[in-house]
């Protein structure tokens, strides 16, 4: 199994920052932390499983999909050396409009 270095994008630390907030606006911020620090070590783990989730090539080509704990949705693709985590969507922001402007 070939490990890859795992990356966020600007736009997907900045999803991170904006759910950090969310939560600890509506939950404390210690809930907030707990949160995302599950939400970054599961993202840390595509190094080793990166072809998980569901290939939407019709949004994007390469593009994978993978839930987590029911109210998030990680987008992010791979390459030979790296899963790029694309975006961290919450609360079923709808992906297809997210990634409109790629196309």
């Known amino acids: 199994m070939e490990s890859r270095k795992v990356v966020l994008t600007p736009e ?52 994978r999909l993978v839930g987590f704990e029911r109210r998030v949705t990680i987008a992010f693709h791979v390459d030979p050396s790296t899963v790029t985590i694309d975006r961290i969507l919450y609360g079923g922001r709808e992906v297809e409009g997210i990634f409109a402007y790629r196309r």
Request: one cysteine or more; glycine letters at 8%.
């Open 12 to 63: 997907a630390l900045g999803d991170l920052n904006s759910l950090y907030e969310f939560i600890a606006a509506a939950s404390g911020p210690a809930r907030a932390l707990s949160y995302i620090e599950r939400l970054e070590d599961y993202c840390a783990r595509f190094d080793l499983v990166a072809e998980r989730g569901t290939r939407r090539d019709d949004i994007r080509p390469g593009l």
